[in-house]
């Protein structure tokens, strides 16, 4: 079964601060994904990527950036974030038309 | 856009009773369709899928079938456990060139007393 790892599990920041959230997966997926979930909102895509390099804008985008370094790696960058970013964010990944397979989320406060 | 509706924000039943959660979608042509379930402190968990009108898809008692007539893909279970307490999504996957990406609907908080 495919493994998504996400880190830091919980973090807090203050306004205008930058936050690097990391996510990893084993399993040599082609696509991953960056979500926040929020209560009354479900799960929206911030962004997501299809390989090493590539990145594709989601449907919630603004203020945050992304990279994908290797077919493994997936980051999401906060470099001035704001309250209204304070969620817990989730990582994907998955391989070509199948399911996605989440990680464990990430809980941020910006205070 | 694409999107998918669940209508109940919270469903409350005993243990053995009948399980209906609702969903609808807009989507043009025939989106993949899923249903996730999420317990606290995980992230989602894919449960099944389907792609065409009329297949259903099942696992774990929870069964759904496609109605491209109705833009449905409600969620059912004969019979709750407690163990089935969780938050359930639906969710589609347009049909290509944007098949690569989920849209979820807002999630059901299913409770289930013993």
């Known amino acids: 079964e495919a493994a998504v790892t996400q880190s830091p599990r919980n973090k807090v920041t203050v306004t205008g601060g930058n936050v690097t959230l990391s996510c990893r997966q084993t399993?040599?997926?082609?696509?991953m994904y960056w979500y926040r979930q929020d209560t009354g909102h479900g799960l929206r895509l911030i962004h997501y990527?299809?390989?090493?390099?590539?990145?594709q804008i989601g449907d919630v985008p603004d203020g945050y950036k992304a990279t994908r370094t290797t077919q493994e790696d997936f980051f999401l960058l906060l470099e001035l974030a704001s309250p209204s970013q304070t969620s817990l964010y989730f990582c994907?990944?998955?391989?070509?038309?199948?399911?996605?397979?989440f990680g464990p989320g990430t809980r941020l406060t910006v205070l | 856009g694409d999107s998918v509706t669940q209508t109940e924000g919270q469903v409350a039943l005993s243990e053995e009773d009948f399980l209906t959660i609702h969903c609808n979608y807009s989507?043009?042509?025939?989106?993949?369709l899923f249903w996730y379930v999420q317990y606290p402190g995980e992230g989602p968990q894919f449960l099944f899928r389907?792609?065409?009108?009329?297949e259903k898809g099942s696992s774990r008692g929870f069964e759904a079938t496609y109605n491209k007539e109705a833009t449905s893909f409600h969620l059912q279970k004969a019979s709750v456990q407690e163990s089935d307490s969780a938050v359930y999504y639906c969710?589609?996957?347009?049909?290509?060139?944007?098949?690569?990406?989920?849209?979820f609907g807002s999630g059901t908080k299913l409770t289930v007393e013993p």
């Open positions: 989507a043009s042509g025939y989106p993949a």
């Open positions: 990527s299809y390989g090493a390099g590539n990145l």
């Open positions: 389907a792609s065409r009108d009329k």
């Open positions: 399993n040599s997926h082609n696509y």
């Open positions: 969710a589609l996957s347009p049909p290509m060139p944007n098949y690569n990406v989920l849209y």
């Open positions: 994907a990944s998955r391989d070509w038309d199948a399911e996605q397979f």
